[in-house]
């Protein structure tokens, strides 16, 4: 055994994984290396120390992917709907199989804590699947009146080959999302998860290969963004792009996919409004917000990272607020007991960490948090304590900017009218939330506010049925539902003749 091998065996076997840690490119159904031989040091976020050196795909493998993908494409997209579908069933049978061997992969390479890809990551994952199994005999077309004797009928096609870019933030349940419409409607997939998050969507292809996916039909490689992901982009054979990721690299993909003119979808960055009114059930707001920025070490687009409150009960929210925030136990990943873990990687906590200064640069104040950890079990890892900050405008940068972190800034209102032009007062648009018992305002505000998604007395719900992205610098498009199949499939509008009377344009 090589030393590669024998030190991912031995860091396997620490993660309590029984089966292998792939980290090869999956290209046309098999395993293997970049054509460049170039790899990356998968890292676990908790100690700073090597997973596994993963391989790197260049532009040579991204063309191989392509091809392999437009090969399996014919059968694929004209097999039957149900025989698509009963293979993501499958696939999400055997994600259930192995949820613990999943669960603890996901929380090595990207730091959740295991409760959370427990109860979280996986089971979505597999709900994921399982919804666009079910999806994929559903996607119908429409017949429509036009002139008489005409019969005109629509029907869902799947474009093509896909390109898909994955962040690093929900690496395994992202897959999911990606993967799950994009198959389901027939289309091929050539796929890149984040370079620095690459273990479980690896793990996912080698799944899809048990539950039957003919070859080529699925590529997943990981990458450099500014090479791999840049080149998905670019790429003339690829029909359609799917991004999540920041609002800068969702610019870049624009520019980059016109050259083809590829459909592209959007779900990038966010600044979500958590808006709680004077006549709010206290206890579940505090509760809620917590969720909504800590849950994931708030490295999510639809974080509840602007938390605002009405004067007249911010004293008393804070003082629980801060009280529960500074509760919350941090550790290892792998310890059933942890409540938040390392951030994704050590450049990211350095980022969130910059944010700290640049608030109080502004004149902000930092309540509770702000640095990491003293435990000085948790010193190499990428650890920040859950922080909250107080910001003196809503046009300071940390309440405008999107951190990703366990950073919360908190702003203050006296009014509706305040609360719904801070609450819109950026140029994201993703998800928002308030807590209030006031049925009228509930709805009033879900109305007026800019956003994509709104949750009234609750924050951050998803679900594979419900339309998910966003509106402004937050992206195009949406992920889930009916809605995303409108993204990955194209409508053929078919005219036939039945018995139309055209009186000859041309008479002579
Ligand atoms: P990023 O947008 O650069 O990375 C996301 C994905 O895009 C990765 O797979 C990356 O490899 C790929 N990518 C990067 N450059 C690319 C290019 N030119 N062409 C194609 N693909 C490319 O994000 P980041 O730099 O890792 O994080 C920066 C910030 O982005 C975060 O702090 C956060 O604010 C935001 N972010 C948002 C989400 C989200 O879910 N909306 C996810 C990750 C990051």
Known sequence: MNDQASSVEDVRKKAGLRSKIQHQLFIDGKFVDAKSGETLTSVNPHDNTAIAEVSMAGRADVDAAVAAAHAAFPAWSHASASDRGRILLRLADLIEANAEELARLESLDT?????????????????????????????????????????????????GVVGQVVPWNFPLMFTSWKLGPALAAGNCVVMKPAEITPLSSLRIAELMTEAGIPNGVVNVLPGLGSVAGQYIAEHPHIAKISFTGSTATGRRIVQASAGNL???????????????????????????????????????????????????IADEFLERFIALAKSIRLGNPLDPATEMGPLTSMLHRDRVLGYVATASEQGGSVLSGGKSPADPSLADGFYIEPTIVRARSFKDRVAQEEVFGPFVTVLTFSSDEEALQIANGTEYGLGAG???????????????????????????????????????????????????MREYTQVKSVWVNVDAKIAPWYAR
């Open 434 to 484: 308030l807590w209030t018992r006031d049925l009228a305002r509930a709805h009033l505000f879900a109305r007026e506010l800019k956003s994509g998604m709104v949750w009234l007395n609750s924050y951050k719900r998803v679900h594979p049925a419900s339309p998910f992205g966003g509106v402004g610098q937050s992206g195009y498009g949406r992920e889930m539902g009916f809605e995303v």
């Open 111 to 159: 730091g959740h804590p295991l409760r959370d890809s427990r109860a979280l990551d996986v089971p979505r994952t597999a709900l994921c699947f399982r919804y666009f199994g079910g999806m994929a005999d559903k996607v119908e077309g429409t017949t429509i009146p036009v002139d008489a004797g005409f019969l005109n009928y629509t029907s869902r096609e799947a474009i």
């Open 262 to 312: 590829k459909k592209v979808q959007l779900e990038l960055g966010g600044k979500g409004a958590n808006i709680v009114f004077e006549d709010a059930n206290l206890l579940a707001a505090v509760n809620g917000s917590a969720w909504a920025i800590f849950h994931n070490q708030g490295q999510a687009c639809i974080a509840g990272s602007r938390l605002m409150l009405h004067e007249r």
